[in-house]
């Protein structure tokens, strides 16, 4: 399963916090942009994985969505973290312009981890099998960031 087969989710952290928000009100909505840093607490480096035209984060306000990620090709991407460091990504988010009443939302990160790549075909079934049940527990169960608030 290669090198780095262990979970470090209970290593990583998320911290999130907002950086713009510009009020669209040609598009009726506001746009929010934010910076989440995913902190490595383990003596390890950790390394997640993430397709190129996908979002690895999401919001669990279901009236703050994700924008579409910007993508003119496809493919996946490694990310390192090091012991005892940080890497920082920029998450842009938007809501309805009308309804900015003070909200409040988390930012999660999908932690996608010993994903079977191989440049190829996956070798099996079996390995399809394997990668499709922890990109779904991923999905489900997100490390989530401290709580964000709109005003």
Known sequence: ??????????ELVVSAKIDT???NIH???CEIYATATIRNNSADTIRYYHDICENFFKSDNKEISLDMVPCDTGG????IVLPHQTNTEIVH???ILSDLKSKKFRIGFIYFYDIHM???PYVNSI???L???KSEEAIKNPIWSNTLYLK
């Open 118 to 120: 191989c440049g190829g």
């Open 93 to 95: 988010l938007h809501t």
């Open 131 to 133: 990668t499709a049940k």
């Open 127 to 129: 390995m399809d099998a």
């Open 27 to 29: 598009m009726g909505r």
């Open 76 to 79: 996946s991407v490694t990310e």
């Open 21 to 23: 928000t510009i009020q």
């Open 1 to 10: 399963m290669g090198q780095n087969s262990h979970n470090y989710t209970n």
